[in-house]
């Protein structure tokens, strides 16, 4: 026990009214082995609360609490007095907080006599539990429960104190409600502003030196943001890339950071280079590395349940551009549509870059791609998923992967080679096409938008006679409750098709623009002297296999290859209309 702390602010105007036992029991007490329990708790709402003040609030700091309760225990002779501390934690959880837990788990072993505490609220701030514990556990386990500024002991169930305990509990609780709200109005005005409300700083990024509030790129974790995406680009999944790393040993996030001395709410793992799936996909999954702050990304429903849960995308906010990106933005995106396609790794292992990337062009349906142990490179193949789980619904759409390898990369050859020499006559060619193709869409897409939100209003004025008619007695409420759960549903369906409509609209506007960023693919790619999986990757969206052709006696069969941002490119076409 520390005999160095001060006890000068205990003051004599804050006692407590003991009742003392008679002598004999008093003497009993005093010679019992069990220990006297003095628990402290500080929350960060406390801290915070002093700070917003100005002030560093003596009376409830974690020093000065444990300077009241030994001074209170040697006074009034209590024996074996041992702290149990709960630094940074909430009031209204019990189940969380360590010290507590420990403390519970000397008292259900029988080690614990008498608990003390500063103040009821100390103890917590749930006032049913808290009932709960002082009421039934410590009487149960015969422990006796002092409180020392609400001057509560429960040796003396029968002091006006003890009857009004259970009214500060109320109290204490509403405080907690009411900190709890100020804390929920200022994160959401800060969030809605703009400010960063996560104090961890993801991996990749570090506080700037002279300004904590602004994050700056870690070169060395950034390459390694990087890598991960290269290696998504290059059609590895999740797991692969965890393993490739740990194989590599490169440090883990939280690894890293504590080699940095950079605070982490994670425990260090007990192998630094062990990389877990759910890690890779946080990263592949982070708008922050496109340089945006994102708010309100998770949500608790209550001050009594802490558990976060994520927040759907349309209500979370996302502010662009507020500090440097270590990912592209089309990057970025490609690799959100691969990870929608991801698929199950093989149980040889091996993979194929086309993957998810390859459907029939009848049932439209995914190619499975197959492979045994036993299979050379040259016999692994595709199949229709329809036709493999049913075969009467769709015809055999079967291609070797390495004849559709070579379609593919001999029709990217060409595409690359005509933009690179006639960069001009493309651009004019596509813009006509892709002209054609928008004004053509949008006008469905159009017409579409009005039928529904046309309906919307029809909805609305049924809802109101429906409303009218019930209200009249004209319908019943079992009636009435149906045909409005109709329209609600009906409506609520509308909308987001409304949402998803307008986003099309938008898509085929930008058309123009998404050619101008495919040109500038293609220009990283004019020395490119074999297909790799990340050239794949950022210029195919997909390919579609024709069934097989066998009518001439020779087996010969057609793929169409839909090219990211632009779709089908007729490549003879442009060929000709250029030699013309």
Sequence with gaps: ?????????????????????PKEDNEMLRATDRITALYCRLSVEDTKEDKKNGKEDLSNSIQNQKAILLQYA?????????????????????????????????????NVGTVITKDLSRLGRNSSLTGLYINYTFPQNDVRYIAINDHFDSINPNSTDSDIAGIKNWFNEFFAKDTSRKIRAVQKAKGERGERLTVHVPYGYRKDPEDKTKWIIDEEAAQVVKKIFTLC????????????????????????????????????????????????VNILERKEYIGATVNFKTYTNSIWDKKQRENPEENQMIFYNTHPAIIKQEVFDKVQEIRQQRHRRTATGKSSPFSGLVFCA??????????????????????????????DKCSGHYIRAVVLEDLVWKHMKEVISFVSQYEAHFRVEMEQKLRLQSEETIKVYKKRLAQAEKRIGELDRLFIKIYEDNAKGNLSDERFAMMS?????????????IVNLQKEVEVQERQIENLEQFIQRVRRYTTLTELTPY??????????????DKSSGKRKQKVHIEYDLVGYIPVDELIKAEQA
């Design 362 to 391: 009848d049932c439209r349906q995914k190619l499975y791609y197959s492979t045994t142990n036993y299979f050379e490179k040259r016999q692994d193949f595709f199949i229709c998923s329809t036709h493999r789980a049913n075969k």
């Design 233 to 280: 680009m290059n059609g590895r999944g999740p797991s692969q890339i965890a393993e490739q790393l740990e194989r590599e040993k490169i440090l883990t996030p939280t690894a890293y950071k504590t080699k940095q001395g950079v605070k982490t709410p994670h425990t260090e793992p007990e192998n630094p280079y062990r990389w877990h799936e759910s890690t890779i």
């Design 74 to 110: 040697r006074d009034h002779r209590f024996p074996h007095p041992t702290f149990f501390i709960d630094d940074g934690y909430s009031g209204v959880d019990f189940a969380n907080r360590p010290g507590f837990q420990k403390m519970l788990a000397e008292i259900e072993a029988g």
């Design 485 to 497: 759960k109709t329209y609600e549903d009906e409506q609520a369906q509308l909308k987001v098709e």
């Design 535 to 548: 050239a794949l990757r950022e210029l195919v969206k997909a390919v579609y296999v024709e069934a097989p």
């Design 1 to 21: 026990m520390n005999n160095d702390t001060s006890f000068d602010i205990i003051q004599e105007s804050n006692p407590v009214q003991t009742v003392a036992p």
